[in-house]
C-alpha cells in the first residue's frame, strides 16, 4: 500500500521556522523525483520545491529561494522541507509528491494527505 505522510506542520509567528516530513511506503522511494507543492485557500496548487531521486538535483520557486531548502534520506525513505523566514504568504496546505518516469512516461504520481502551515502574529 503506497502511502506519503506529511508531518511537521502548524502554527508559526513570521519569521519563524518549521521542519516539513514526508514519510513514504509502499513504492521505490530511491527511484522517486520528490517534490513538495502547496496550496493557499483558493489559490491554485502551486509547485515549492524538487529534489531528484539520489538528492543531487534541487530546483525551487522564486518565492522561497534562500528560505526553503528540501533534502532527503533514501535509508529513512522521507524528504524534509525546511522552512525559514516564514511570512504570512507562505501559509498553505503543504502536500508532498512522489514520480517517477521511464524513457519519459510517467510511471506512477503519489500524493500525501498535506500539513497546514499558518503563518500569522
Known amino acids: 500500500q503506497v502511502q506519503l505522510v506529511e508531518s511537521g506542520g502548524g502554527l508559526v509567528q513570521p519569521g519563524g521556522s518549521l521542519r516539513l516530513s514526508c514519510a513514504a511506503s509502499g513504492f521505490s522511494f530511491s527511484s522517486s523525483v520528490m517534490t513538495w507543492y502547496r496550496q493557499a485557500p483558493g489559490k491554485e496548487r502551486e509547485l515549492v520545491a524538487t529534489?531528484?531521486?539520489?538528492?543531487?538535483?534541487?530546483n525551487y520557486a522564486d518565492s522561497v529561494k534562500g528560505r526553503f531548502t528540501i533534502s532527503r534520506d533514501n535509508l529513512k525513505s522521507t524528504v524534509y522541507l525546511q522552512v525559514n523566514n516564514l511570512k504570512p504568504e507562505d501559509t498553505a496546505v503543504y502536500y508532498c509528491?512522489?514520480?517517477?518516469?521511464?524513457?519519459?512516461?510517467?510511471?506512477?504520481?503519489?500524493w500525501g494527505q498535506g500539513t497546514q502551515v499558518t503563518v500569522s502574529s
Open positions: 509528491n512522489a514520480q517517477r518516469r521511464r524513457f519519459g512516461l510517467l510511471q506512477y504520481d503519489y
Open positions: 529534489i531528484s531521486n539520489v538528492g543531487g538535483s534541487t
